[in-house]
């Protein structure tokens, strides 16, 4: 992979790789230790995704993290402390011990809004984001990531098709790890490349192997320069695995164990060590000096943490509203004039091309002509893709039914299952004899 980065920065990547993986692996044993308030939502073997995605952004750039993004928040400057102290709820904490796991945020310094739901709200709120960016005349992109089975609500479709229709300066990460809790991908939408959603928005969007942290990177820093040049929003997909349950609490018995073996053979650090040494970006010496820095870190953070007091019960009714606490101030890069009525309609500062010009881009956007995984789509497309869609009728066609569990009902799955079956062979031959 060919990369504008310098050496100095390839090795950034490795440092915040681990270090997001080595603070994990302590979160979980604090978990197991009872020391952690809530949850752990591993992101083991995602690490290149939230680490390749943010590495992309500059200072003035925004981002809203989900569960599984420790790793941008790193690169946006927390520290394992501040990490450490939220799981555990300690007063020392950015959220003073009132919230938990990612749930939280700084907007006037390092531009991280805090995660207000996992399953597409945030893709509304950092659309809003870029476009107040534009509206002050500052040159900013915002970000957010979203999972597989977050792109299926109804909040990823509203608000990537409000980003698209504003062509918002706003990147997309979506994070296919296959799994949605216990629902395999196959399972809830018969798409190969979840990245095809963003047709449906007339949008561009792009694939990239998620446990190549260097092609996450690139493929994401070309989408935040076209982004910044007004061409955007863009939605990228990277594709990757789950590699533990959804949480703590999960032991993911229902994931394939092959599934399991063939994903940890791409493990992305893995992975990037082996580029780094081939490539003689690093020696022996410089990742030993790199995974003592991690270590001597953690180590001192942790202590921190784990001495730091729980809040005490009078500040729970402290901070709740806001008292003048939470003062957000606009910073206006134009003269105010120019940017509120009746001036503000005449002369915007970012011209973009073909807005409000649709019907002429929808031309150029491809059909698609199958699904690609065997499931017919309620409407078929001729492969040519020049003549009219065949309508189907879609009660003609057989449900898809998918057995529940281990209970009553998933008994009856196998009874329909069998009923439903070709009566077998020897019956005929027993009859043919018979003649
Ligand atoms: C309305 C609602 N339902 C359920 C949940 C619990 N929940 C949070 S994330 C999640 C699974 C999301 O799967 P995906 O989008 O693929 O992200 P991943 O966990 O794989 O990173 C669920 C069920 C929730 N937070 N809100
Ligand atoms: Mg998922």
């Not at 216990?182 to 561009?204: F, H």
């Not at 199958?370 to 309620?378: D, E, Y």
Request: hydrophobic letters at 35%; a positive charge.
């Amino acid at each position: 992979m060919q990369t504008r980065l310098t050496p100095e920065k390839q090795v950034d990547l490795y440092y915040y790789m681990q270090l997001n993986r080595q603070l994990e692996e302590r979160l979980v044993r604090l978990f197991r230790q009872n020391k952690v308030v809530g949850g752990v939502y591993s992101s083991l073997g995602q690490e290149g995704i939230s680490v390749g995605t943010s590495y992309a952004l500059e200072a003035r750039d925004w981002l809203a993290p989900m569960i599984r993004n420790i790793g941008a928040l790193l690169v946006k400057g927390f520290k394992p402390r501040d990490i450490f102290t939220q799981h555990m709820a300690k007063v020392t904490s950015p959220t003073q011990g009132k919230d938990g796991t990612s749930h939280f945020g700084d907007l006037k310094v390092r531009h991280v809004v805090s995660p207000i739901s996992m399953l597409g709200d945030l893709i509304p709120v950092m659309t809003g984001v870029a476009m107040a960016g534009r509206y002050l005349g500052q040159n900013i992109v915002a970000m957010t990531w979203i999972g597989d089975g977050g792109s299926s609500t109804g909040a990823f479709h509203e608000g990537l098709n409000f980003a698209a229709t504003q062509r918002a300066p706003f990147v997309l990460i979506l994070e296919n790890n296959q799994w949605a809790y216990s629902t395999p991908v196959s399972k809830q939408v018969p798409l190969r490349d979840l990245a095809d959603r963003a047709k449906a928005y007339g949008i561009a969007s792009k694939v990239v192997d998620g446990n190549d942290v260097l092609a996450v990177y690139e493929t994401t820093k070309a989408a935040v320069d076209e982004c910044r040049a007004g061409r955007g929003p863009i939605l990228i997909e990277a594709k990757t695995m789950r590699m533990k349950g959804h949480a703590q609490h999960d032991p993911a018995e229902y994931v394939p164990k092959p599934m399991f073996e063939f994903w940890k053979s791409q493990d992305p650090i893995a992975r990037y060590e082996a580029y780094l040494a081939e490539n003689k970006i690093w020696d022996a010496k410089r990742k030993a000096e790199v995974d003592a820095r991690i270590e001597r870190e953690l180590d001192e953070d942790q202590r921190f943490a784990e001495g730091s007091p729980l809040p005490s019960a009078e500040l729970a009714k402290e901070g709740v509203y806001c008292e003048g606490c939470h003062t957000v101030e606009a910073q206006w890069e134009r003269a105010k004039k120019e940017v509120m009525p009746p001036a503000s309609c005449i002369d915007a500062i970012w011209k973009i091309n073909e807005f409000g010009a649709f019907a002429a881009k929808q031309e150029h956007i491809p059909r698609q002509a199958s699904t690609g995984n065997g499931m017919k789509p309620a409407v078929q497309v001729p492969a040519s893709g020049s003549a009219q869609p065949v309508e189907v009728d879609i009660d003609k066609q057989p449900a898809l039914r998918v057995p529940f569990g281990r209970g009553p009902k998933d008994r009856a799955f196998e009874r329909e299952r069998q009923e439903k079956q070709p009566p077998p062979k020897h019956r005929h031959r027993h009859k043919g004899r018979r003649r």
